[in-house]
């Protein structure tokens, strides 16, 4: 079973992570990127669900031309895990 972060590291996981809001039911984490352009977006997303695939853990994502709404949570831990720590990490690298 995957676990669940508490409060403390949520809070934690959030001031690592500028830009990054819990979601309205706090099991999540969200941004909003606006990119240069759809390539720019394609690309990003694709970098993304590269690394998204080796971890077996995949975002909830939007994208609109330039933008890409990007939420992070572990279903199986019903809220925030580790794994939502380490991808969006590797977001906010690809994003530079």
């Not at 690592?16 to 759809?38: H, R, S």
């Not at 909830?60 to 992070?72: K, S």
Request: some cysteine; proline content about 3%; glycine content about 4%.
């Amino acid at each position: 079973m995957i676990e669940r972060l508490n409060p403390t590291q949520c809070d934690a996981l959030l001031n690592e992570l500028p830009g990054w809001q819990l979601t309205e039911d706090k099991k999540g984490i969200y941004k909003l990127f606006v990119l240069e352009d759809f390539n720019s977006a394609f690309a990003f997303m694709t970098r993304i669900a590269i690394q998204a695939e080796v971890m077996n853990h995949h975002p909830e994502w939007r994208n609109v031309y330039n933008r890409v709404e990007i939420v992070l949570t572990t279903h199986d831990a019903d809220g925030l895990s580790d794994r939502d720590r380490q991808l969006a990490h590797f977001i906010e690298r690809v994003a530079g």
